[in-house]
Structures are given as structure tokens and as C-alpha cells.
């Protein structure tokens, strides 16, 4: 063999051994646990969460494989879905900031009462006003996204017609500024995750539940309540606060380009896009209860004002207790405002 050849034979060889090497490398594909609270049926996990997860295996060229697991199959409780995550217990979940009280206190401004309306615009409002006053509450997590249900409000076994006929009722809340805020209306708030809500009607705990129309399905509230009792307006009586969370350490070993394809899938697209799905869900609930016979209260706009007026006094509260945190409370509920008229079209 002439030096020529050997060379060219040692340069073959070793071309085919890097190939070996790196053609693994780029064939190596990352499975992603994602924990969720609802069964797989509910508008979020259905229209939402599995469509994220097609659109991420699509993007990497299936180099990264979600698998999804619905109400709570991995253990747990929702209220410890946040720190799921961000233990490192599982790689994303998606749960109710709220569910975890005093923990998000600037990100939970968009909870108090009649804040919100369209979920798709609430929610990139949300994100949009957490990158500019409170990426300090996410700092322990790859945040993928936040967002806000639609209009909250409440379906119960007896109707509410007023202020008066929700004097002494049970109700569930989702959150503790939800909860304040069915106090100071006069109900007797009892706060659960939503997973729990089914049972507790069924079982008489309580009289009726705050929930948008979306999840009511799933629940098999319309089955279980016959009146349903929304706001003149386009905003609802309150809204919950969601995140779709990434354990960070799961996120930073994945390599540049997958990295990429999350990047791409996270922030205001996705919460547009979780948005979106509430939105569309509210209109397919509130089908379902037309359907079923249900009774649809809508209080007119003069005893709309009359709730506005008492539910104002949680926005007070609110504020005064963002003070003693050292949190300008003013300024990030006019910043709120700001965003939510932004998209609000």
C-alpha cells in the first residue's frame, strides 16, 4: 500500500468512526413526564396540553417525547403540581397558581373580581405583565407559560337571582382571593382544587362551586346543579391564574436545538394558545347546560353594579396587603389593566 493510500485509508476509517459517534448523538431522543390535575377529557389537557405536546414532538423531528399524565396519575396532590416541577419530581406541569396562597402575590392581581373577560386576551396580558413585575416568583422554574381562565361564575343547586339569595350559601373557591371575595358577598366560601368539586356537590359539602363553563363538563356539574348564574358585561366575576412549568435542570440538559423547539413553544404563543382553548371550551359548556334544560340567570347591569360595589372591598384588601410586602400594589393593578386592554380587541 503507497503512503497515499494508507492515508487515505486511515482518514476513511476515522471519518466512520466519528460518524458512529456522532449519529447516535443526534438520533438521541429525551421523554419529558408532564403531570396534569384534570381527567383527559376537560378542555385543557384535550385542547390544550395534548396539541402542545404534538406541536413539540412535530418541531423536534420526534427527538423529544412527551408523555402526559392526566389526574393526578403520578401521585400527589394539584396543590403540590408547582413544586413538581420544580423538584424535579416530574419535568412539566401545568396547575392553579392560586392553589398555592400568598406564593404569587403579584401574579395574582388578575384574580380579583371583575378584572377579565376573553381568556385568550387575559392571558397574554398575564404573560406579557409577568415578564415586566414578576418573573421573581418563576425564577425556580423554565416557565412555558400563564394564563387565565374566562368569565368565573357561579352554577348552584338553588339559583342566585341577587346578592340576597347567596346569603349563608356553601360555595367552592380555587383561591384565597376568591374565597375573600365570597365572603365579603355574602357566601361561605369552601376552598377545594376543582378535581374535588364532583364529589362535594354530589355529596351536599357544598351548595355550589365558582368555575368558568369550560371545566363544567368534565365535572359533570351541569348534571349535578341546574342554575347557573353569570354577569351583565364582558367581564366575568373573577378569574384563576394557571402555569405551565418546566423543571429547570430537565430544560438545560437538553441541547441547543431542542432547546429551541420549547423556546419557540413557550411565552405569549402559548398562552395565547391555552387561551384560546378556554375561550373555545366556555362556548361548548355553556352549550351543554342550554341542552341539558339548565336555567342561565344573567343579572342585569343594575345589579351587576351592586356586586362590583361589594367585591370592591377585596381589591382594597388586596392593596393594602401588598403594601405591608413592600409591593406597589397600584401600580401593578393599573399595569394589569394596561395589558388586559392591550389585547382585549
Not at 219 to 240: A, D, I, M, S, W
Amino acid at each position: 500500500m503507497t503512503r497515499f493510500t494508507r492515508r487515505a485509508a486511515l482518514i476513511g476509517v476515522g471519518a466512520a468512526a466519528a460518524l458512529s459517534i456522532s449519529l447516535p448523538a443526534l438520533a438521541q431522543t429525551v421523554t419529558l413526564r408532564f403531570h396534569q390535575m384534570l381527567p383527559p377529557q376537560a378542555t385543557i389537557p384535550a385542547k390544550a396540553i395534548v396539541p402542545w405536546i404534538r406541536k413539540v414532538e412535530s418541531e423536534s423531528g420526534g427527538r423529544i417525547k412527551v408523555q402526559l399524565f392526566n389526574a393526578m396519575q403520578l401521585g400527589g396532590a394539584p396543590v403540590q403540581l408547582f413544586d413538581q416541577a420544580k423538584d424535579g419530581v416530574v419535568d412539566i406541569t401545568w396547575t392553579v397558581l392560586g392553589y398555592t396562597p400568598g406564593r404569587f402575590p403579584k401574579t395574582e392581581v388578575f384574580e380579583l373580581p371583575f378584572m377579565t373577560g376573553s381568556a385568550e386576551a387575559s392571558s397574554q396580558a398575564i404573560w406579557e405583565y409577568v415578564q415586566k413585575n414578576a418573573q421573581d416568583e418563576f425564577k425556580d422554574v423554565k416557565l412555558i407559560a400563564v394564563h387565565t381562565h374566562g368569565p368565573g361564575f357561579f352554577h348552584t343547586k338553588n339559583p342566585i337571582t341577587g346578592l340576597e339569595s347567596l346569603q349563608g350559601m356553601k360555595v367552592r373557591g380555587g383561591s384565597r382571593i376568591i374565597n375573600n371575595m365570597l365572603t365579603k358577598l355574602g357566601a361561605v366560601p369552601v376552598g377545594m382544587p376543582v378535581p374535588a368539586v364532583t364529589e362535594s356537590l354530589s355529596k351536599g359539602v357544598i351548595d355550589g362551586t365558582t368555575i368558568p363553563w369550560e371545566v363544567a363538563p368534565s365535572l359533570k356539574v351541569h348534571e349535578l346543579v341546574k342554575n347557573h348564574t353569570t354577569f351583565h358585561g364582558p367581564t366575568g366575576l373573577y378569574t384563576q391564574t394557571f402555569a405551565v412549568s418546566m423543571n429547570k435542570a430537565s430544560y438545560d440538559k437538553l441541547p441547543a436545538d431542542l432547546k429551541k423547539v420549547i423556546d419557540n413553544n413557550s411565552g405569549l404563543v402559548a398562552a395565547a394558545m391555552f387561551g384560546k382553548a378556554m375561550d373555545e371550551g366556555d362556548k361548548e359548556g355553556r352549550a351543554i347546560a342550554e341542552r341539558a334544560g339548565n336555567r342561565i340567570i344573567t343579572l342585569d347591569a343594575a345589579e351587576t353594579q351592586r356586586w362590583r360595589r361589594t367585591a370592591s372591598t377585596v381589591t382594597d384588601d388586596w392593596l393594602k396587603e401588598a403594601k405591608t410586602k413592600g409591593i406597589d400594589g397600584d401600580r401593578l393593578l393599573a399595569e394589569a389593566k394596561a395589558a388586559i386592554a392591550k389585547y382585549t380587541k
